[in-house]
């Protein structure tokens, strides 16, 4: 594959972002599938279990472990759907203020990061984001 090419570029952008995910991670002791599902519970106040497994590419029993655990914590709680099979996670009050918290440290993070750079490259960086972004809704 060309060096160059436009999914290998995506494929290095997205393993950036992923190293300063992981960075914060690692410096504020979060655990990443809480962020992941706390993103995910961002667009739509509840999920289906069986969604974040799939989309998060793991297996169903995997995370129901880990929503046991935010459960036990008081983080979500679950509803059951309509079909007796499908059960739904909200955000607790406690959840929301936790999802709102590593957001914002998350933001403060990045933030540090950004003002490290010149002004030329953050207008570089936030005119190609907002493209990146833009191209790939369509």
């Known amino acids: 594959m060309n060096k ?20 914060y991670h690692s410096t504020n002791n979060v655990p990443i599938l809480y962020l992941l ?10 999920m289906r279990v069986s969604d974040l497994a799939r989309i998060f590419g793991i297996s169903k029993p995997s ?16 509803k059951q759907g ?7 996670i909200i955000l607790t009050d406690k959840g929301l203020r936790k999802k709102n918290r590593y957001k914002k440290e998350f933001r403060i993070y990045m933030e540090n990061k950004i003002n490290k750079m010149s002004l030329k490259d953050k207008n570089i ?11 790939l809704q369509k």
């Open 37 to 46: 599902i706390f993103k995910s519970l961002e667009d739509s106040s509840e």
């Open 4 to 23: 160059n090419s436009i999914s290998s570029l995506i494929i290095d952008l997205i393993i950036e972002i992923k190293k300063n995910f992981l960075n």
């Open 63 to 78: 995370i129901t472990e880990i929503i046991q655990k935010m459960e036990n914590e008081g983080i979500i709680y679950k």
């Open 82 to 88: 309509k079909d007796k099979r499908d059960k739904y």
């Open 125 to 135: 960086l936030k005119r190609d984001l907002e493209s990146i972004i833009s191209i």
